[in-house]
């Protein structure tokens, strides 16, 4: 945890008024999701009380109490958040729709919804998780059509096509400018960190696809582009994502602001792709001339997965649960480059860096750890 991301909350006790002030109380939606996970074990480690909401709750855990809510229903939400008076709210989650118009409704009326059942809350800060189709636009239209130049600035005006980022967004807004609370929005790239059962998990996809390649004794190829292999990308670390937003939440310079969020290094996926394959012990096998994505590469290997996850005794066994072929083809098979400009958080005093090998290898560490794929 970086020092100079950890001034003094202005929520907790001040170090020249010894007046005790009441414990900061964190609403984290979509809880049990990568960066959700991710900011909770924070929130906790740092003295929060956390109310963690998801549709169905995770583990127990000191410090964390958990509220089972229907994000789509108003009135679910309403019920749900009535007794509760959080001083900080940290939305992480989404709902995939077949199309942009219908993510709009839904996702934008999430935040809508959500905002409005806490009018009745002390909330001083209100943090939102988007990315950086932000700037390259919907899945439906990705990457087509103009798009700003690399690296990506939170200045960069909204591209003319729909986009649900842009309806939360403007919820975020109009509820801030109606209650009067700050508000920060957070433009990830690629999250990887610990989670299961989530929508868009490449670091997972990735530990499971090199584990089937092991035991298959199958080349571990990769899936994508030779844009995104020979190209500079970044990525965003979940704890990367979390110390970002709890930064923001509780330090003036993070307020009222809209910041890209990184690990702080760029790298290429020909130099990437070789290092998790050693870690795995598979071969390496760079892009064909025409793409092998991991939904063509993986097809009817669920019960592959069911037999590997019985012989090691794995915590798993459900293939879907574990990996989303595809987001990371989405990811990998993109023709342009992508990468984030973070220079508008550090100048604002945000510092933490990740290795995004490191992320990796940690990951992965923590994977086995858990039962969730093979042990070497």
């Not at 009380?49 to 709750?57: M, T």
């Not at 310079?253 to 760029?266: I, L, M, R, T």
């Amino acid at each position: 945890m970086n020092p100079a991301s950890r001034q003094l909350r202005h929520t907790m006790t001040s170090t020249t008024d010894t007046t005790a002030q009441p414990t900061p109380v964190a609403l984290v939606v979509g809880a049990t999701g990568i960066g959700g996970s991710a900011l909770t074990d924070q929130l906790v480690a740092e003295g929060w009380q956390v109310l963690a909401l998801a549709r169905r709750p995770g583990r127990d855990r000191d410090g964390v109490r958990w509220i089972s809510a229907d994000l789509t229903s108003a009135a679910a939400l309403r019920a749900a958040l009535a007794p509760e008076h959080p001083t900080h709210v940290f939305f992480t989650a989404w709902a995939r729709q077949a199309t942009e118009t219908e993510n709009i409704a839904v996702n934008g009326g999430m935040v809508r919804d959500l905002l409005a059942a806490l009018d009745h809350a002390p909330v001083e800060h209100v943090a939102l998780v988007t990315g950086l189709k932000h700037y390259l636009g919907p899945f439906e239209a990705y990457g087509q059509g103009p798009i700003p130049e690399t690296p990506f600035r939170e200045d960069e005006p909204r591209l003319d096509a729909p986009n649900f980022y842009y309806a939360q967004e403007d919820e975020l807004f109009a509820a801030a400018e109606r209650n009067g609370f700050t508000w920060s929005v957070h433009r990830s790239h690629t999250v990887i960190g610990h989670a299961v059962g989530n929508a868009m998990n490449m670091g997972l996809t990735l530990a499971v696809y090199a584990s089937i390649c092991r035991e298959l004794n199958l080349p571990f190829v990769f899936p994508g582009s030779e844009t995104q292999w020979n190209g500079l990308t970044d990525m965003t670390d979940a704890t990367v994502l979390a110390d970002q937003m709890v930064w923001a939440a509780t330090n003036p310079q993070g307020a009222d602001e809209a910041f890209n969020v990184v690990n702080g290094d760029v790298f290429r996926w020909r130099a990437m792709w070789p290092a998790i394959a050693e870690y795995f012990g598979v071969t390496p096998v760079g892009p064909a001339p025409v793409a092998t994505p991991l939904e063509e590469q993986m097809r009817g290997m669920d019960d592959t997965w069911t037999r590997i996850a019985q012989q090691h005794r794995l915590a798993e066994s459900d293939l879907t649960r574990l990996a989303s072929w595809w987001h990371t083809d989405a990811d990998l098979g993109r023709q342009i480059e992508v990468v984030a400009d973070i220079s508008k958080a550090r100048i604002a005093g945000f510092a933490t860096h990740h290795r995004t090998v490191d992320s990796f290898t940690d990951l992965f560490d923590r994977y086995r750890s858990e039962r969730l794929i093979p042990s070497l």
